[in-house]
């Protein structure tokens, strides 16, 4: 307990100074918090990042304790910025929708608990739909964070691709995780996983679950069958959110095999309570040539 206090309880207090209304004691291996709500889930937050961090390393430091304050305490921004920002990300960089069809995305997600987001890609949707998750997370709306997609290869066969399952799996899942790196420092991102309060994993694995008080995002929704999407819908339970992203004319399904995401927005178009949001061209947010790209196999899709 000493190595993980500091001498004469440096480390303790350093964290303390960071929370003044709120006191923390420890007694014997035990630490006792004393404060309001935000401010115990925060430094619980924090304490346990530093047994993590103790585990693994051996040692505490107060350098390592402001390291994660100022990861908890990252600067999250409320929920109408005037400047159309959603949160900050890892390197203090404001993470903002940068189109209309984005900001109507966010809009959409506050006024319905289950939105579709589709468009092409490098719209944005994939991106904005992860940060809206984090900010829920950080601001305790929700408990945790759960992202899937389906595994379906885009010419390469999964069979013939090295290593185990995971790995196979994992290249599919890797555009969620760069979103999530921009977002959270690497060190939370990893006790998040860890501890599953964010979970990321192929579609397979939502069969049979009730996702209650999280944020959930279904991507790359146009390479899900009728039935795959049928069963992720109906997972979603109490105090949840869902957006379900993807891009109608991009399916790399079998030839004989319907898209999940064609029927689902064809049958759910008239419930209340789903928001339906169409991103375009105009709101391509990566290089200037993504843009003309998409309209010039747009032309061609169009002819004869």
């Known amino acids: 307990m000493v190595d993980f206090l500091g001498m004469e309880n440096r480390n303790i207090n350093e964290l303390s100074s960071a929370f003044p209304k709120s006191r923390i004691v420890s007694r014997g291996n035990e630490i006792f918090i004393k404060g309001e709500t935000g401010d115990i889930e925060q430094i619980a937050d924090i304490l346990n990042s530093l047994i993590d961090h103790f585990h693994q390393f051996g040692r505490i430091t107060q350098e390592n304790v402001k390291g994660y304050i100022s990861q908890e305490k990252q600067e999250f921004v409320s929920e ?77 066969n999964l069979g013939f691709l090295p290593g185990d399952l995971k790995e196979k799996i994992d290249p599919y899942l890797r555009p969620i995780y760069d979103a999530l790196n921009d977002m959270i420092p690497f060190e939370k991102l990893q006790y998040y996983m860890e501890r599953e309060i964010i979970e990321i994993a192929p579609l397979a694995y939502m069969r049979g679950r009730t996702l209650n008080n999280a944020f959930i995002l279904l991507d790359e929704a ?59 061209d105009k709101d391509v947010v990566r290089h200037k040539l993504v843009k003309d790209i998409i309209i010039a196999y747009d032309r061609n899709a169009e002819k004869p």
């Open 222 to 280: 146009q390479n899900t069958t009728p039935m795959q999407m049928k069963m992720f819908l109906t997972r979603m339970g109490p105090e949840s959110k869902m957006i379900v992203t993807g891009d109608p004319t991009q399916i790399d399904l079998p030839a004989n095999q319907r898209s999940g995401l064609k029927e689902a927005i064809k049958i759910l178009k008239n419930v209340n309570g789903i928001g339906f949001i169409e991103l375009n």
């Open 80 to 156: 109408d910025s005037a400047d159309g920002i959603l949160l900050y990300g890892t390197k203090g960089n404001p993470i903002k929708m940068k189109s209309v069809n984005q900001q109507r995305l966010v809009q959409s997600v506050k006024d319905n608990d289950l939105v579709f987001a589709l468009g092409p890609a490098g719209t944005g949707k994939t991106y904005v739909s992860v940060a809206m998750a984090v900010k829920a997370l950080k601001n305790k709306h929700v408990r945790k964070i759960i992202i899937s997609r389906p595994a379906v290869e885009a010419g390469e």
